[in-house]
């Protein structure tokens, strides 16, 4: 039976979950809100590379216009963060991921560059080849918001 079709009164599902009706709604083409406006938690991004990459050269040189690409979005909205994280995906298509936080936000190309490089040298060798590179940069906070944490000094 589908379940588009089936009147409303014989659709009790009391034995699922609260996202059956949310479910339902989807089958019978409902519209429903677009939340355009969401707080963004990350930028991001990455790219699935037609050859299989082997080395950790080729793979920095690859991982530099994505981290360009990143920077370019934090520089054009004035978001910085303070975990940078690395996506990996080889040809059998496993996927990992390395992360890092620091103790304030990353504030230039250059030190999320150090990151990302730090985070994909300290994984390699990888014993398959790498189908897919990601970088992104995450716990964000607005250049001139008030609620950015400063590093506090510790007495020695």
Same mark, same amino acid.
């Given at each position: 039976?589908d379940?588009?079709e089936?009147? +409303?009164?014989? %659709? *009790?599902?009391?034995?699922? $979950?609260?996202? $059956?009706?949310?479910?339902?709604d /989807? ?8 939340r ?12 699935? #590379? ?5 080395? #950790?050269?080729?793979?920095?040189? *690859? ?13 054009s !909205?004035?978001?910085?963060? %303070? ?6 995906? #080889? /040809?059998? /298509?496993e996927?990992? !991921?390395? $992360?890092r +936080? ?10 999320? *560059?150090?990151?990302a490089?730090?985070?994909? &040298?300290?994984?390699?060798? #990888?014993?398959?080849?790498v %189908? ?6 995450? $716990?964000?906070? !607005? @250049? ?6 400063? &590093? @506090?000094?510790?007495?020695?």
């Amino acid at each position: 039976m589908d379940c588009r079709e089936t009147p +409303s009164r014989n %659709r *009790e599902f009391p034995t699922f $979950s609260a996202g $059956s009706k949310t479910l339902l709604d /989807f089958a019978r083409r409902r519209p429903s809100a677009v939340r355009a406006n969401r707080i963004r938690k990350s930028i991001g991004a990455e790219n699935t #590379f037609s050859v299989d990459l082997t080395t #950790f050269d080729a793979m920095a040189v *690859e991982l530099r216009p994505l981290i360009d690409k990143v920077w370019r979005h934090c520089d054009s !909205t004035g978001n910085r963060g %303070r975990t940078v994280t690395l996506k990996v995906k #080889f /040809f059998d /298509f496993e996927i990992i !991921t390395r $992360s890092r +936080s620091v103790a304030t936000v990353v504030s230039s190309r250059g030190c999320l *560059e150090s990151l990302a490089i730090a985070l994909l &040298q300290a994984e390699m060798p #990888f014993l398959k080849s790498v %189908r897919l590179l990601g970088v992104s940069l995450s $716990s964000l906070h !607005t @250049l001139g918001d008030d609620d950015v944490e400063p &590093q @506090l000094d510790l007495p020695v």
